[in-house]
């Protein structure tokens, strides 16, 4: 089975702070994806990848930014960390979103104070 | 804008009984079609797909897809208390990524 990690399960950051959320898949999938997720407003795509060093913008990427250096890491970088980020962040990855959908890591809980 | 529209709920049902969650897209060229179970505080996990007009099934699980309805549906047979959660509808947006609905938030009741 594909496996995606993510490094932290809960975190708790100050505002103003730079964060880092990294994910690492150990499938050599090509595809991989960074969401935020809030109640009542679902899944929200923020950045995705496709090949190492190839980026894309989602639908609500201010404030962050990424980082693909490697085909099985890709990070999201809250760049000045403000509390309307805190939210439950989920990585996942895929050989093809067509044929296969998605492989969620287990998500992490930032909380901005 | 793709959309996918899913009835929020809660859905409650009993132990046993049939669950019927609906899902419906815009995108007509749409190829591709998943549901996700999610568990409160954990990450969504995939447990369907279903690709061609008609009815796939998997266990209890039943996938039904009629694209000229643009209508996707899933139904949950002798429904159990581990089947709470909230399920979400996904479907193929492009060649690398999905659109998902809200969720629709699933009760079994003892």
């Known amino acids: 089975d594909v496996k995606v990690t993510q490094s932290s399960r809960y975190l708790v950051k100050r505002t103003g702070e730079k964060v880092f959320l990294e994910c690492v898949q150990d499938m050599d999938h090509e595809n991989m994806f960074w969401y935020r997720q809030d109640p009542g407003l679902g899944l929200r795509l923020i950045y995705f990848?496709?090949?190492?060093?190839?980026?894309e913008k989602g639908d609500i990427p201010e404030g962050y930014s990424v980082s693909r250096e490697k085909k099985e890491r890709f990070s999201l970088i809250l760049e000045s960390a403000s509390t309307n980020q805190t939210s439950m962040y989920l990585c996942?990855?895929?050989?093809?979103?067509?044929?296969?959908?998605?492989?969620f890591g287990s998500g992490t809980r930032l909380t901005v104070v | 804008q793709k959309e996918v529209e899913q009835n929020s709920g809660p859905l409650s049902v009993p132990e046993g009984a049939i669950a019927s969650l609906n899902c419906t897209y815009s995108?007509?060229?749409?190829?591709?079609f998943f549901w996700y179970r999610q568990y409160s505080g954990k990450s969504p996990e995939l447990i369907m797909s279903i690709y061609s007009n008609g009815d796939k099934e998997d266990g209890r699980f039943t996938a039904q897809l009629n694209k000229a309805s643009q209508y996707v549906s899933l139904l949950i047979r002798d429904s159990q208390p581990s089947d709470s959660a909230t399920y979400l509808c996904?479907?193929?947006?492009?060649?690398?990524?999905?659109?998902f609905g809200k969720g629709t938030l699933l009760t079994v009741n003892p």
């Open positions: 996904a479907v193929e947006g492009s060649n690398y990524k999905l659109t």
């Open positions: 990848s496709y090949d190492v060093k190839m980026k």
């Open positions: 996942a990855s895929s050989l093809s979103a067509v044929l296969y959908g998605y492989t």
């Open positions: 995108d007509r060229v749409s190829q591709s």
